[in-house]
Structure formats: structure tokens, C-alpha cells
């Protein structure tokens, strides 16, 4: 795994840093990651956001009994801002057509995909979910109007 980290860092090294780096970088990053679910599984057909929905809305009991999902912080809809549920500290939104900064450092990308996939799954996710997640965050470009 350590390998695959070293060469999709390396891949995506490449690639521009602009102000709209944010979406290149996260439809780079879709088919890297789509790519490399097609060598593990020759079956595998793409990256779907309606996937990206289910994984990112999905409802997993931790070891504590909480149910938890990447919803639980990030809010249902990935263009707004989240916030913590255990620090309650800010976290910025989610969509990179609204975030400039989310798809910015590619190596923070894999770390926090790694991360918060082991915490909330208990494993890292599949180059197949990571596809489809950030597919469908490309898909919400307006946040929740406030009320």
C-alpha cells in the first residue's frame, strides 16, 4: 500500500497548481483512482456519484455504538460547511467547485482519505469508493442556503 501511496503522490505531483486546481486536481485524482480500481477488478466500470452518495451518506456503527458517517461532520450536503462532532471545530466544505483549497495537496488527500477510513470503516477504502466519493463531490456546487 505504502508503494501505491508513493506513486499516486508522484502522479499527481505532476500536475498544475492553479485557481482551478481544485476541480483538475479531484478529476485527476477520479481517474487515478478509477484507474487503479480497474487494474484490481477488470470489472470494474467507473466511478458513479450516485455511489458516491450511498458511501458518503452511509451509516456505520463504530465500537462505541454511535452510528457515524462522513455526513455526520461534513453535513448531508458536502458544499457546506461541516464541523466536528466530538471537537465541534470548523471544518470547510467538502466540494471542491466550492472549496479551492480541498484537492490541494494530493499526499493530505490520501492521508486523510487513509485516516477517516480506517476510523469510521475500520480499513482504508477502495480506490473504487475513493473514485465515486469524489465524482459525487464534484456534483454539489451550492450550499444549503441558511436560514
Request: charged residues 20%; proline residues 4%; glycine residues 6%.
Amino acid at each position: 500500500m505504502k508503494k501505491l501511496n508513493i506513486v499516486l503522490i508522484a502522479l499527481l505531483g505532476l500536475t498544475a497548481v492553479s485557481a482551478q486546481a481544485d476541480v483538475a486536481n479531484a478529476e485527476k485524482l477520479v481517474s487515478i483512482y478509477s484507474a487503479i480500481a480497474k487494474n484490481a477488478n477488470p470489472n470494474y466500470t467507473g466511478p458513479s456519484a450516485a455511489d458516491g452518495k450511498v458511501f458518503f451518506n452511509r451509516k456505520i456503527k463504530l465500537g462505541n455504538g454511535k452510528d457515524m458517517a462522513c455526513a455526520s461532520c461534513h453535513t448531508a450536503n458536502p458544499a457546506n460547511e461541516g464541523k466536528h462532532v466530538v471537537t465541534g471545530k470548523a471544518i470547510r466544505p467538502l466540494s471542491p467547485v466550492v472549496n479551492a483549497k480541498r484537492f490541494e495537496d494530493f499526499e493530505k488527500v490520501q492521508d486523510k482519505f487513509t485516516q477517516h477510513c480506517v476510523d469510521i470503516i475500520g480499513s482504508d477504502c477502495t480506490a473504487a469508493e475513493k473514485a465515486s466519493y469524489i465524482t459525487y463531490l464534484l456534483t454539489e456546487k451550492t450550499p444549503t442556503a441558511k436560514k
